[in-house]
């Protein structure tokens, strides 16, 4: 592999900022599809008395939804002992009952074990946690990669990071999937993955950068450095979707969100840390201070590798 990534870094820029752009248009325009976890809604644990057949269930409960609004949007999970949990949006006492009673004439009797709402506070509450955990990752990020490299490579990691993640949230409110808890799973996963494969990039522009001591162009070590690991990254990733891939084919509806973020993520992450984060190194880089000379006149060779 010889990839050219410094000529073309201009086009990577340009792709990435119309992405971001495009994901901030669509957010601001079309906003989030909330599911239960942040809007508030009922959750009903029922254990029936025969199996409940899955393809039953979702039809009665897709027949239903035109008499009952809560069922507009719901989810059920599904355990051994014949025990379906169902989340709905938020219900009056008196739609709660007349959908406890028709469950129990489609689908049999059923011993009802917990009914319980989840409020708009909840909601909030999980809304918070999720941007204080967003936050809160980004910043030990950035103090890690400083301290492992310095702060060139901090920032440029945490921009990548930052696009990875708003581009999958854009992609996620344009398609207007569901976001519940496990989609905030989703995206600090995708900090992740996509931080390790940057971290290996780094690391190999790093070690290239000290061997030659400043002798090669910064452009080059970094086109030398990616095309080394380019492959590796691309393994890793194609490994990690066809594992998602049939986690979305088999998983069902309840994860489907996750399972989406994810894979949109990491095609994104994977991209990022190659054609975006290194780009940004170079480009942060060049606005570093120049080598300072020593009293007796002579160049500051600990600077050296500033050279690009």
Do not use: C
Not at 53 to 66: N, Q, R, Y
Not at 189 to 198: A, C, E, H, K
């Amino acid at each position: 592999m010889d990839l050219k990534l410094m000529k073309t870094r201009n086009v990577y820029f340009i792709f990435s900022t119309f992405m971001i752009l495009f994901s901030l248009f669509s957010i601001f325009t079309k906003g989030f599809n909330l599911g239960i976890d942040f809007t508030g809604g009922n959750i009903y644990q029922m254990k029936f008395e025969k199996p409940v057949s899955k393809e039953a269930m979702d039809k009665t409960l897709k027949e239903m939804a035109s008499k009952y609004p809560s069922l507009k949007s719901n989810k059920v999970q599904y355990s051994e002992g014949n025990t379906v949990l169902l989340r709905t949006q938020i219900a009056d006492e008196k739609e709660k009952s007349a959908i406890l009673e028709e469950l129990k004439a489609e689908q049999g009797n059923y011993e009802l074990i917990k009914a319980d709402a989840v409020g708009a506070v909840v909601g909030n509450e999980l809304a918070k946690n999720a941007l204080w955990a967003l936050a809160l990752g980004s910043i030990l990020i950035l103090i890690y990669i400083t301290i492992r490299f310095e702060w060139i490579y901090a920032l440029s990691s945490v921009l990548a990071l930052l696009h990875d993640v708003l581009v999958t949230i854009g992609f996620i409110s344009f398609f207007q999937f569901e976001v519940d808890t496990p989609f905030i799973a989703a995206i600090l996963t995708i900090l992740g993955y996509s931080m390790n494969d940057t971290i290996v990039i780094f690391d190999r522009i790093r070690e290239n950068d000290h061997k030659y001591g400043g002798k090669k162009p910064f452009a080059d070590v970094i086109d030398e450095s990616v095309n080394k690991v380019f492959m590796r990254s691309v393994y890793t990733s194609l490994t990690t979707l066809l594992a998602l891939a049939a986690l979305l084919i088999f998983g069902g509806s309840t994860l489907r969100t996750f399972n989406i973020t994810l894979l949109v993520g990491i095609v994104y992450g994977t991209y990022s840390s190659i054609w975006l984060a290194s780009p940004l190194v170079y480009l942060l880089r060049r606005f570093k201070k120049p080598p300072k000379q020593e009293k007796n006149g002579k160049k500051d060779r600990s600077m050296e590798k500033v050279v690009v």
